[in-house]
């Protein structure tokens, strides 16, 4: 009879414990399942910002053949306007008449 008891208070304390312990799983697969849904979310937010990258190192390359394109034309054009000063120097230059 006490065999029995003892057996029987070793059953009830094991059932304790796996509830307890079923419990903690369950609460660990809750975590689990928070951390996944926050983690494909930033997954998401991470490949839209390696898109605005993508997208900004893009412009940025555009503006800077752009810039090289308008340094050229400037470089023409200072290159004209000292022709023409120049010109413009030869023409009023007058030759004595002999």
Not at 7 to 33: C, P, S, W
Request: net charge positive; aromatic share 6%; proline share 1%.
């Amino acid at each position: 009879m006490w065999f029995c008891m003892q057996i029987m208070k070793e059953r009830d304390i094991v059932g304790a414990q796996l509830i307890r312990r079923n419990d903690e799983v369950t609460l660990l697969y809750e975590k689990i399942k928070v951390i996944e849904m926050a983690t494909h979310k930033a997954e998401g937010h991470y490949k839209e910002r390696l898109k605005d990258i993508r997208l900004l190192k893009l412009e940025i390359r555009r503006l800077r053949c752009r810039n090289n394109t308008l340094e050229k034309k400037n470089q023409t054009s200072d290159d004209l306007r000292l022709g023409l000063s120049y010109s413009a120097d030869a023409a009023s230059y007058v030759l004595p008449i002999r």
